[in-house]
Nanobody, 123 residues
């Protein structure tokens, strides 16, 4: 089992920045792949970014160049630095993990999920 706890969400004006954190506990960390997903009201949950054990990364086109995913294995923590935020980035952001080394974008590939943290971007 892997337990995930997100933090760092909040209310920010358009153009601002936030850094989300996801602290993991339980079954391994350094070998896991981690993903960030988001779900806006009335919309399906969607892929945002992922990072694997070799620090390879993948980003959704909508956030590429604005968001950066990173990890600190010593702190068992994964980060999502979000810059140049837009109102359309408003959503609950969720951290997810899988013990395999590939970085799929599908929700069903990640068995472990946190509860999420709310990000609201005002115009």
């Amino acid at each position: 089992q892997v337990q995930l706890v997100e933090s760092g969400g909040g209310l920010v004006q358009a153009g601002g920045s936030l850094r989300l954190s996801c602290v993991a506990a339980g079954r391994t960390f350094s070998g896991n792949t981690f993903g960030w997903f988001r779900q806006a009201p009335g919309k399906e949950r969607e892929f945002v970014a992922a990072i694997n054990w070799q620090d390879s990364t993948d980003y959704a086109d909508s956030v590429k160049g604005r968001f950066t995913i990173s990890r600190d294995n010593a702190k068992n923590t994964v980060y999502l630095q979000m810059n140049a935020l837009k109102p359309e980035d408003t959503a609950v952001y969720l951290c997810a993990s899988r013990v395999f080394k590939t970085m799929p974008r599908s929700l069903s590939s990640y068995p472990y999920w946190g509860q999420g943290t709310q990000v609201t971007v005002s115009s």
